[in-house]
């Protein structure tokens, strides 16, 4: 991987960082971070720029680290909602402390977060995670409110958006004003549509039970719809049917495969979005990573 060298010492920054910031409970949540993760959102701060040849500062470890911990952050207090059993193969968070606890330890990283972004002392930086936090909670809320109705397709989009890809905007935009690149508004929109992409992968590997390290369908036994049920409801109203109907509706392939195809659209409007960028080892790797939310899906 491109970005091996610079994981790694994000990796040390991060358990420095709860090392510094020290807490009851830093043991428990330095052995959640040490879980297997590709640490995507950081690793997309990197590759992005090293493929515009900038250099990696400590700003720039320090944005890449809060990004870092406030994923983790969303994932623990999702787990609570969910009261998910397991997270990257371990014993989630909540059952291993409680959920009284795990909203504390949520709470605790997106303190760290945000003391590690103040570090960047960039204005622009704070007012963008500002509004990022305030995108995923309302996003989290509108999904928690909605439970057992199908949205509007227009809805589950925003939802992805708000849920999921306002982070990697958050991210990648904070990597703008810090190396002062110019193209913030391709960047944007590159890491929108990988963003919704990606939750539309997401959405699609629940129904498909291809993460062995997830239930299958609990998206819908939760709940939570999404985009094959929502094809489904435009032939065949599913307000009346019991959820094991559902399940197996939702797997119909046609719906599967018109989900496929909604994903690779937004595959491809997010490596459009970079074609201002010059051919290099770095791009490569963005594309093909953004590729594989598609590529790795089709044959399933």
Same mark, same amino acid.
């Given at each position: 991987?491109?970005?091996?060298?610079?994981?790694?010492?994000?990796?040390?920054?991060?358990?420095?960082?709860?090392?510094?910031?020290?807490?009851?409970?830093?043991?428990?949540?330095?052995?959640?971070?040490?879980?297997?993760?590709?640490?995507?959102?950081?690793?997309?701060?990197?590759?992005?720029?090293?493929?515009?040849?900038?250099?990696?500062?400590?700003?720039?470890?320090?944005?890449?680290?809060?990004?870092?911990?406030?994923?983790?952050?969303?994932?623990?207090?999702?787990?609570?909602?969910?009261?998910?059993?397991?997270?990257?193969?371990?014993?989630?968070? +909540? =059952? @291993?402390?409680?959920? %009284?606890? !795990?909203?504390? $330890?949520?709470? *605790?990283?997106? &303190?760290?977060?945000? #003391?590690?972004?103040?570090?960047?002392?960039?204005?622009?930086?704070?007012?963008?995670?500002?509004?990022?936090?305030?995108?995923?909670?309302?996003?989290?809320?509108?999904?928690?409110?909605?439970?057992?109705?199908?949205?509007?397709?227009?809805?589950?989009?925003?939802?992805?958006?708000?849920?999921?890809?306002?982070?990697?905007?958050?991210?990648?935009?904070?990597?703008?004003?810090?190396? +002062? =690149? @110019?193209?913030?508004? %391709?960047? !944007?929109?590159? $890491?929108?549509? *990988?963003?919704? &992409?990606?939750?539309? #992968?997401?959405?699609?590997?629940?129904?498909?039970?291809?993460?062995?390290?997830?239930?299958?369908?609990?998206?819908?036994?939760?709940?939570?719809?999404?985009?094959?049920?929502?094809?489904?409801?435009?032939?065949?109203?599913?307000?009346?049917?019991?959820?094991?109907?559902?399940?197996?509706?939702?797997?119909?392939?046609?719906?599967?495969?018109?989900?496929?195809?909604?994903?690779?659209?937004?595959?491809?409007?997010?490596? %459009?979005?970079?074609?201002?960028?010059?051919?290099?080892?770095?791009?490569?790797?963005?594309?093909?990573?953004?590729?594989?939310?598609?590529?790795?899906?089709?044959?399933?």
């Amino acid at each position: 991987m491109p970005a091996d060298n610079e994981l790694k010492k994000l990796n040390s920054i991060i358990l420095n960082t709860l090392t510094d910031y020290k807490s009851n409970i830093s043991d428990e949540i330095k052995d959640y971070l040490s879980s297997k993760s590709k640490k995507l959102r950081p690793l997309l701060i990197f590759l992005l720029a090293k493929s515009l040849n900038i250099d990696i500062t400590d700003e720039i470890y320090n944005l890449a680290c809060s990004v870092e911990l406030i994923h983790n952050s969303a994932l623990i207090h999702d787990d609570i909602i969910d009261n998910a059993q397991t997270r990257r193969g371990k014993i989630s968070l +909540n =059952i @291993k402390l409680g959920n %009284k606890m !795990s909203v504390l $330890a949520g709470d *605790f990283l997106l &303190a760290c977060a945000f #003391k590690q972004l103040v570090k960047c002392e960039n204005i622009n930086v704070i007012n963008t995670f500002s509004d990022c936090l305030y995108r995923m909670c309302t996003g989290e809320i509108n999904q928690n409110s909605s439970l057992f109705k199908v949205p509007s397709f227009d809805d589950y989009i925003k939802k992805s958006k708000d849920k999921t890809a306002e982070l990697f905007k958050a991210g990648l935009v904070s990597l703008c004003y810090l190396s +002062n =690149i @110019k193209e913030k508004e %391709k960047i !944007s929109e590159f $890491a929108i549509n *990988f963003g919704i &992409a990606f939750q539309i #992968k997401d959405d699609l590997v629940n129904i498909l039970n291809t993460d062995k390290t997830k239930p299958a369908l609990s998206d819908i036994y939760n709940g939570v719809y999404t985009a094959p049920l929502i094809y489904l409801n435009k032939e065949e109203k599913i307000g009346n049917l019991s959820e094991e109907k559902i399940s197996k509706l939702v797997q119909n392939k046609k719906y599967i495969f018109t989900t496929k195809k909604l994903i690779e659209e937004y595959v491809l409007k997010a490596v %459009k979005s970079i074609d201002f960028i010059e051919e290099n080892q770095y791009k490569k790797e963005i594309i093909k990573i953004t590729e594989n939310l598609y590529e790795e899906i089709i044959n399933e």
